[in-house]
């Protein structure tokens, strides 16, 4: 398992019990790989077991198609101009019925032109909780008669577990498995100073 620049490596013969538990439930569960922010939690067992299996929730069971679901991490990724995140659910959002095209107006920040309702709906509730910090009363009537109130909780939670994702990658400079600084979708930032 490699680490990023601001982790330090750690080998599986290295790792105390928890880190290894941790290790050991994400590699069997349905990800079955630690590509995204696990390298980073491993580092702290007790929030990477909740994350990863509120992470397991939001990806699997919101009750949300999975190409919603993928639109809404895309959404997620492109305001946090989250490298990894975008690399590794690009393609898992083509396969799921995404058009490129959309997902490439998403990427570079512009309106897409949905021909879908609800996923018109799904990026303009995501941008509006992301660009608003809230959510208009016309975009959540659409949203709770489309999907129902419980999928718009969940809703709300999936964008803030990826939310957590996207920072947890920027923050420890993490790219996706097979990722090179060639392939980066977003441009980085000018190193800061601190």
Avoid at 22 to 36: E, S, V
Avoid at 122 to 146: G, H, N, P
Avoid at 164 to 177: D, I, K, Q, S, Y
Wanted: net charge negative.
């Amino acid at each position: 398992m490699s680490s990023p620049h601001r982790l330090p490596a750690i080998s599986r013969e290295a790792m105390r019990p928890d880190q290894t538990a941790m290790l050991d439930a994400i590699l069997a569960g349905p990800r079955k790989n630690l590509n995204g922010p696990f390298v980073a939690w491993i580092h702290s067992p007790p929030l990477g077991e909740l994350a990863q299996r509120l992470g397991a929730f939001c990806r699997y069971d919101t009750g949300l198609p999975l190409r919603l679901s993928e639109l809404a991490i895309l959404t997620t990724a492109a305001c946090w101009q989250s490298q990894a995140e975008w690399f590794i659910h690009l393609p898992i959002a083509i396969e799921a019925g995404i058009d490129p095209a959309l997902a490439e107006q998403i990427r570079l920040g512009q309106s897409p032109q949905f021909v879908a309702d609800d996923e018109a709906v799904i990026w303009r509730f995501a941008s509006e909780l992301y660009r608003d910090k809230r959510v208009s009363d016309a975009t959540y009537a659409q949203a709770c008669e489309m999907f129902g109130l419980q999928v718009v909780v969940n809703l709300v939670g999936l964008l803030g577990y990826y939310a957590l994702v996207a920072m947890t990658l920027n923050t420890f400079g993490m790219r996706a498995e097979g990722q090179g600084e060639d392939s980066l979708p977003f441009a980085e930032p000018p190193a800061r100073a601190g």
